[in-house]
């Protein structure tokens, strides 16, 4: 069937504003199906009981006890537009030393920190005693496998169809 270009630019024109929908669609999906896997996949890979003695080697996702990091995950929605930008993060205030790790932490107030744990109890003015303390990614390791595993790519598209002219 033959259009006019006058029936082509008003086909268009729904087009557009169709995806104009469409774009945050997919960016909110995509940014809420990271949230959730961080929460119900990296974060649970370790865990242990709360004040229990626990490392997590270098690089591994952080283990989980209280749940804490898992419940700071937060997304903030796409404005709408044929390019659109949803957010995904963690508001804890350690979720960014986890992450990227190479901070020293020192004691704010006093000598020494202290805490006890399973360990018994523990006394630093320093933490690590020695270099910087080792990154324990969550956040961009869940993106990448998602990416690699076809998985985002799933979500935008099935996000996406409902705007598809």
């Known amino acids: 069937m033959a259009m006019s270009l006058d029936e082509y630019i008003v086909w268009l024109e729904a087009a557009i504003a169709q995806m104009e929908y469409g774009a945050p669609a997919m960016a909110n999906a995509m940014a809420e199906y990271i949230a959730e896997r961080v929460v119900n996949d990296t974060l649970t890979q370790t865990t242990h009981s709360p004040g229990a003695y626990f490392k997590s080697r270098p690089g591994a996702p952080p283990a989980s006890a209280s749940g804490r990091l898992a419940k700071s995950m937060f997304t903030t929605p796409a404005s709408q537009g044929v390019r659109s930008t949803a957010l995904v993060g963690n508001n804890a205030k350690y979720a960014k030393l986890l992450e990227y790790g190479g901070c020293v932490l020192q004691p704010t107030s006093g000598r020494v920190m202290h805490w006890t744990d399973s360990g018994g109890a523990w006394y630093h003015a320093r933490l690590p005693a020695r270099g910087e303390f080792p990154a324990h ?29």
Request: hydrophobic share 40%; glycine share 4%; no cysteine.
């Open 137 to 165: 990614p969550f956040l961009e390791p869940t993106i990448q496998e998602a990416i690699d595993d076809g998985s985002l790519l799933r979500v935008a598209i099935d996000a996406f169809r409902p705007y598809d002219p």
